[in-house]
């Protein structure tokens, strides 16, 4: 079945403890990217990227990096999280190519920064 | 990047039709319209798209007006399972990045 896997779906944590989102996708896919979610404010970019060892800002990158290392994995890495950090995160993937392709997104991951 | 403008939340009957309406009057040439939904507790998962002419799939049906200005999802017969909100997008030709606005929150009463 083709899927965006995340791990850990729930996690709670504390100001400054460096913590990994894992993203997999098993499609092939070049693109992959990361959205965080917060009320009143939508689902925003992170990070995206084109290709393995391609990655570049989306539109709120502060506090947070990527690798792409193998190109279906694609870790968000909080070095020294803060509580504004606290939302909900999704990773998704698509081919690279015309428009009409779409996006998959994985299932969510919550975060809670203490 | 180009914006749509969709209102804030709509209440269909089950079983019933649901027009889903989408303003975006600043829209390129190269634009595609792009529809996504995010079910409770879900991610987004794509349900149309189109360019120019109507498009129709399993899960809906995407109207699109002459001018490109608007466009319309139609959901033929709500169910509760789709109770969710639903986003239109614009998508450059070969872009890939999705800017998401609000969305509609799509509410059906059985």
């Known amino acids: 079945e083709a899927q965006v896997t995340q791990n850990p779906r729930y996690l709670i944590t504390v100001t400054g403890k460096k913590l990994t989102v894992t993203c997999s996708q098993n499609?092939?896919?070049?693109?992959m990217s990361w959205y965080r979610q917060d009320p009143g404010l939508g689902l925003r970019q992170i990070y995206y990227?084109?290709?393995?060892?391609?990655?570049d800002k989306g539109d709120v990158p502060e506090g947070y990096k990527v690798s792409r290392k193998e190109k279906r994995n694609f870790p968000l890495i909080l070095e020294s999280p803060s509580p504004n950090q606290t939302s909900l995160y999704f990773c998704a993937s698509n081919i690279l190519g015309p428009s009409t392709d779409t996006q998959y997104f994985g299932p969510g991951t919550r975060l809670t920064v203490l | 990047d180009a914006k749509t403008t969709q209102p804030n939340s709509m209440e269909s009957n089950e079983e019933e039709p649901v027009h889903l309406p989408c303003n975006h009057s600043t829209i390129s040439g190269t634009d595609y319209i792009h529809w996504y939904r995010q079910l409770p507790s879900q991610g987004p998962e794509y349900v149309i798209h189109g360019l120019t002419s109507n498009v129709n799939n399993r899960m809906a049906s995407l109207a699109i007006a002459e001018d490109r200005k608007s466009s319309t999802l139609i959901l033929h017969r709500a169910t509760l399972r789709d109770a969710a909100v639903y986003y239109c997008i614009l998508k450059e030709e070969y872009g890939n990045k999705l800017v998401f606005g609000a969305g509609t929150i799509l509410r059906v009463k059985s």
């Open positions: 990227s084109m290709n393995v060892e391609v990655t």
């Open positions: 499609m092939n896919h070049e693109y």
